[in-house]
């Protein structure tokens, strides 16, 4: 990937709410898979594709786990994901001349 | 296909930071929310504390049931507070959900605290007056003193001045004597938790915008 390009991981629109969701919860933390479809109002099998695309960039980890007898899916951001979310916004504001 | 980096148009720079401060504001609401919870324990502490204070002197019956309303404010506080924590915080583990268990915890173990200390003063013979303000003043210290944590523990600058006043308020509300110290509670104390609501309430509509 060039210096100026956007990673293209994360522009598109639905992995950009997605990490941008991730993000603003805080360091260590992971959100259930239907909080987390709940709050994009994606559909299951759409929200799916997307985290799978973000896993196999190293950007998201998803936990199967077992809450009771219940199987649960939990997504958090990776360290990588986070820095790469960072790279990804401070290029958008060079992008758009302000520099903040 | 709903891959849609492959279709559609591409997302514009702009469109791109309307995204991501949309999302940011959609992921404060997985936390609960701090003017709600001061406005609600602001007129818990005026409502409850100050109908202590007016039925003091009173007949015995007007002041068991000024208590027992006081009760249920305080119960309808803590109701209100826990739905709405349970409400915002679903689905999220982790660092924060053990922090907030944990914190949630430190209120009831200093309310534990603080009502075994007052029930001992009053067992080794202190007066109703005395046991009064030092349940007040303990109250104010245990509330103080979680806020100032909660405050450190979220970076919450607003939090933490409001536990310091609380603190300190209640502190002084002990040589206010009985009535006094109620009103020093529901005024200082409920009015602090009132203007913090209002003031996290502006900043978090500014910071929004």
């Not at chain 1, 990937?1 to 629109?13: E, G, N, Q, R």
């Not at chain 1, 077992?66 to 986070?82: D, F, K, M, N, Q």
């Not at chain 2, 609600?40 to 409850?48: F, R, S």
């Amino acid at each position: 990937m060039p210096d100026d390009a956007l990673d293209p991981v994360i522009h598109a629109p639905a992995r950009l709410r997605v990490v941008a969701t991730l993000v603003g919860l805080g360091g260590g933390d992971r959100i259930s898979f239907p909080r987390l479809r709940g709050m994009l109002d994606m559909t299951a099998g759409n929200l799916s594709t997307h985290l799978r695309r973000l896993e196999e960039a190293g950007y998201v980890t998803i936990t199967k786990t077992y809450e009771g007898r219940s199987p649960a899916t939990y997504v958090a951001l990776t360290p990588a994901g986070r820095l790469a979310f960072d790279v990804y916004a401070q290029r958008l504001r060079e992008l758009l001349g302000s520099g903040r | 296909m709903d891959d849609d980096d492959t279709t559609g148009t591409p997302l514009g720079t702009e469109e791109a930071l309307a995204i991501i401060a949309d999302q940011r504001a959609a992921a404060a609401r997985t936390q609960p929310s701090a003017p709600l919870l001061f406005g609600v324990w602001g007129t818990a502490w005026v409502l409850g504390y100050g109908l202590l204070w007016l039925s003091v002197g009173e007949d015995e019956l007007w002041a068991a049931w000024a208590a027992v309303v006081a009760g249920l404010v305080i119960v309808a506080a803590m109701v209100v507070t826990a739905w709405h924590s349970v409400t915002r915080t679903h689905g999220i583990r982790g660092r924060s959900a053990q922090q907030g268990a944990m914190y949630g915890w430190g209120w009831f173990l200093g309310f534990l605290g603080q009502g075994v200390t007052v029930a001992a003063l009053a067992d080794a013979g202190a007066s109703r007056e005395v046991v009064g303000l030092a349940a007040n003043a303990i109250a104010s210290l245990v509330v103080g003193l979680l806020y100032i944590a909660g405050g450190l523990m979220w970076r919450a600058t607003a939090m933490y001045a409001l536990g310091a006043w609380i603190l300190l308020a209640g502190a002084a509300s002990a040589f206010a004597g009985i009535p006094g110290s109620y009103a020093v509670l529901a005024l200082a104390g409920g009015g602090g938790m009132l203007v913090a609501a209002l003031v996290t309430r502006v900043r978090d509509g500014r910071s929004r915008a």
